[in-house]
Each structure stands twice: as C-alpha cells, then as structure tokens.
C-alpha cells in the first residue's frame, strides 16, 4: 500500500468512495452524495493549506483522509479536523490506521497540535450507524470531548454528533507559526 497526495485525477475514485456513505449511512450527514468535480473543487481547497492523503493498492485507490480547519479562526490555527473514508469493501484492514498515522506525523510538521473528529452517534446502534468510528478514533488515542444531542436529521430520525479529540504534543507558550501543507511539501 501507498500513501500519498490526493490528486484532481483521484477526485472521480474518491466521490465513489464516499457515496456510499452518504446514501447508506449516518456517517455522513450530507444528503446528496458530491460528484467527482465537486469532490475535485473541495480538494483543491483542502489542498491549499491542510494535507489530503490517499491510500493506494495495485494502483487503485483504497481511501483518502485529509485534514481542515478546526472552525475557521486564526486563534484556532493549531487545531484541525480530521475526515476519512474507506472503499466499502476495505475497511478493517488497517488503510484508516495507516492513512491517519502519515497524516499526525505531517500535521505535526506543519505545528498542529490538537486534531479533532466530528463524528455521528446513536446510542443504540441502527442499520445507518454503528460505533466502529468513535471505536477507531479511541483506538488511534483520541478522547471523547462533547455530545451534541439530536443535531443530525438523516432516513427519517434523529443522530447525535460527538466530538473526539487527540494531542500532537505539548501545548508551548508561544507555539510555532504555522506551516501550510504545500510548503512543507517542498521542503
């Protein structure tokens, strides 16, 4: 397997990826699932200063992470929020764990040091959501942080959304500026 920098090229495999999260499952609480010049649009953004990272076999994609912006303000610089998604049929193979660890080690890099998950969550699993991610994200050293009640409407009911969260390292006084993907690329 081999990770590596997305791609617009990826962009359709990706959207194939994703759809079926979308379409089946509380995982994602958008409705409609993007197509791949949307996908495309959306990595480009990414792209411009945060990491987004796919994993490949044989040459074919297997899934893609990537990071964003924790809420989008400058006191916030040092926080990211982490998203991935794994081909339906590949998953609990170890691409996540894989995808995640490349993506800690460059947002480490780049002077992150707080990464956060947004993820869906029932309290008595359903056919749309279980919980294998809040499981992953615990696996990997993320600590649950915050419960938001009935926020998500999706197949007819409501979903919660927790936050969970995981440190890079030590808070500084002063910490580093911080280092935009694509020049840490360069280096």
Not at 24 to 44: G, H, L, V
Not at 47 to 57: C, F, G, I, S, T
Request: proline share 5%.
């Amino acid at each position: 397997m081999k990770i590596r920098t997305a791609r617009a090229a990826d962009a359709p495999r990706i959207a194939e990826i994703y759809r079926p999260y979308v379409e089946k499952t509380a995982i994602s609480f958008e409705y409609e699932a993007p197509d791949a010049d949307e996908m495309a649009r959306r990595m480009a953004a990414v792209l411009k200063k945060y990491p987004y990272l796919v994993a490949e076999k044989e040459g074919r994609v297997i899934g893609y992470a990537y990071a964003g912006p924790f809420v989008g303000r400058e006191a916030y610089d040092w926080s990211a929020e982490m998203s991935i998604y794994i081909d339906w049929n590949a998953r609990h193979g170890g691409i996540g764990k894989a995808l995640y660890n490349e993506m800690e080690s460059l947002l480490k890099k780049m002077g992150v040091i707080n990464i956060n998950a947004c993820i869906g969550y029932v309290e008595e699993e359903d056919e749309y959501l279980n919980h294998n991610s809040v499981d992953f994200h615990a696996h990997l050293g993320y600590q649950w942080v915050g419960l938001f009640h009935k926020c998500g409407y999706k197949f007819g009911r409501w979903y919660d959304m927790v936050w969970m969260e995981k440190m890079l390292g030590p808070h500084p006084d002063v910490p580093q500026k911080l280092i935009p993907y694509p020049d840490l690329e360069k280096d």
